[in-house]
């Protein structure tokens, strides 16, 4: 935080491109910084631009759980310090890798019916892994309480990539691995993200070697309720929450047939419009950790149940699969995509890991 004579901890350092636009400064590290102290170097990244850094961070604060995923996968997990909401991570998914381990009910959550300035000088982290337009537009901060934090705290350098519903969102979208390539220059960590990089072209060119010509017409719905009517309706698009199914070559029943993503302010849909659009593939998007017996006994076993729901041709020809979670990062994105592999084309790809977990394991450990 401030000083009593309005210093701050860090230095602002020099900036570039967009990041004068939006009148953000970035900050070097100051007396809790890096042991790489004196090692400057800077990483560019839309929309803030160029930011410049005198060591690598050792506390890291990102707020949507892709940019989490991220940074455990480069090795840097001992310095994530929150998240914007702890249920939306999916730090289960590490429980089959040896020796990969995040708590997230020990992190500090950004979120709390709002999320104010104060978490950020309390958590008082070396880097914020964050949209800073996503703080403006989604969380409702104005643009002189995000230059306030990060000319008082620390940067703020990252790109809201898991969804493409924002009309605000008129700047450059990466990839998730574009995304990721531009953490670990943050982070230095380029051997990393090159094993992953590899490990992930690997996993994707042998699913496409085997899987079947079949496009099937996708619904990616999240319940409204636990034995729900209404769904919210979220489209596969070129955000990274669809990667996993874009990988699989899946053709999105919802946009084109003009419902509008959730995201984006619409509504939800009802049974009556599924009908109407009738898609090849029902999956259903929950949070948290969902086992294969908990999916089939609960959402699955509701729909076959439903009076209308049980007319959907998805339900009848058993194709309701589970969806994942929104927020992917490389790591999450290896389970998800194996998952729902496995869902789709059960003949292609059941029964079987689609990846080596202990490769993973392995390059998160640096053993590479």
Request: charge should be negative; hydrophobic fraction near 20%.
């Given at each position: 935080m401030p000083t009593d004579d309005g210093t701050t901890r860090r230095t602002v350092m020099k900036t570039t491109g967009a990041l004068a636009g939006l009148g953000i400064g970035a900050g070097c590290l100051?007396?809790?910084?890096?042991?790489n102290e004196g090692s400057t170097y800077s990483v560019t990244m839309e929309p803030v631009g160029e930011v410049e850094f005198d060591g690598v961070p050792e506390s890291w604060l990102p707020y949507t759980a892709d940019y989490a995923d991220m940074g455990v996968a480069l090795g840097q997990g001992d310095g994530l310090v929150g998240v914007g909401r702890a249920h939306l991570y999916?730090?289960?998914?590490?429980?089959e890798l040896p020796g990969v381990s995040v708590d997230a009910g020990e992190l500090t959550e950004l979120w709390d019916g709002g999320t104010g300035q104060e978490v950020f000088y309390e958590?008082?982290?070396d880097v914020h892994l964050i949209d800073p337009n996503f703080m403006i537009n989604r969380l409702g901060w104005s643009r002189d309480e995000v230059d306030e934090i990060a000319d008082t705290v620390a940067p703020f350098i990252g790109n809201t990539i898991f969804s493409a519903s924002y009309d605000w969102h008129d700047y450059d979208r990466y990839t998730l691995y574009e995304a990721f390539e531009k953490v670990a220059e943050l982070f230095q960590e380029r051997g990393r993200y090159e094993a992953f990089a590899t490990l992930h072209d690997e996993v994707i060119a042998d699913l496409e070697s085997r899987r079947p010509e079949e496009s099937p017409s996708v619904a990616v719905l999240v319940p409204a309720s636990a034995e729900p009517e209404e769904f919210y309706p979220y489209l596969i698009d070129e955000g990274t929450q669809s990667k996993h199914w874009t990988d699989l070559g899946v053709r999105d029943a919802l946009g084109t047939n003009d419902i509008e993503d959730a995201q984006a302010g619409g509504g939800t849909v009802d049974y009556e419009t599924l009908l109407e659009i009738d898609p090849d593939v029902i999956a259903i998007?929950?949070?948290g950790q969902v086992t294969e017996e908990e999916f089939e006994n609960g959402i699955v076993s509701f729909l076959r149940d439903h009076d209308v729901a049980s007319e959907l041709e998805a339900v009848r020809n058993d194709r309701v699969v589970y969806a994942g979670m929104t927020y992917q990062g490389p790591i999450i994105h290896l389970f998800q995509l194996e998952r729902v592999a496995q869902g789709l084309f059960p003949n292609a790809f059941g029964g079987e890991d689609?990846?080596?977990?202990q490769a993973v394991a392995d390059i998160v450990a640096g053993n590479t």
């Open positions: 100051g007396e809790s910084g890096s042991s999916g730090t289960h998914y590490y429980d958590l008082d982290a998007r929950q949070q689609l990846f080596d977990r």
